[in-house]
């Protein structure tokens, strides 16, 4: 009932759903939500049904949004991060600007840097 709601205060037109991305330069993959158009705006979003939302969302929203921009998809103007309540049935809109994503980038990659030289140690039996 959520999505409805959400659905019925913005008039977006989505382009893709559940769409797999993949970042050559950086080597991840991942699942975006959905991206498509308000008006003539460019929005990349992201669904969850959670308590809150959280930094790290914010953080997998900007890895999508950097590998579909790498992909030439799309110049994003701005991200949503929608979270649905499980028991209330109200949405919450967290709004990201392209500033804010450029930050929230920077924060991916290096999380992203740590995960896989962590894996590279695990690989090689090397536990500190």
């Known amino acids: 009932m959520a999505f409805l709601k959400w659905m019925k205060t913005h008039d977006i037109k989505f382009e893709a ?5 993949y970042s050559k330069k950086y ?15 460019w929005i990349i979003g992201d669904h969850k049904s959670s308590k809150g939302i959280y930094n790290e969302m914010r953080y997998q929203l900007a890895g999508y949004w950097n590998a579909l921009e ?3 998809v799309a110049k994003f103007e701005q991200g ?9 049935g109200e949405f919450e809109v967290k709004e990201i600007s392209h500033k804010e994503y450029l930050k929230d980038r ?6 992203l840097a ?15």
């Open 17 to 21: 759903t559940e769409r797999i991305v």
């Open 27 to 41: 080597n991840y993959v991942g699942k975006c939500d959905w991206y498509g158009k308000i008006g003539n705006i």
């Open 70 to 72: 790498e992909e030439g």
């Open 80 to 88: 949503l991060i929608v979270k649905y309540g499980k028991e209330d």
């Open 106 to 111: 920077k924060a991916f990659l290096g999380l």
């Open 114 to 128: 740590t995960k896989q030289r962590e894996a590279e140690l695990a690989k090689n039996g090397k536990k500190y």
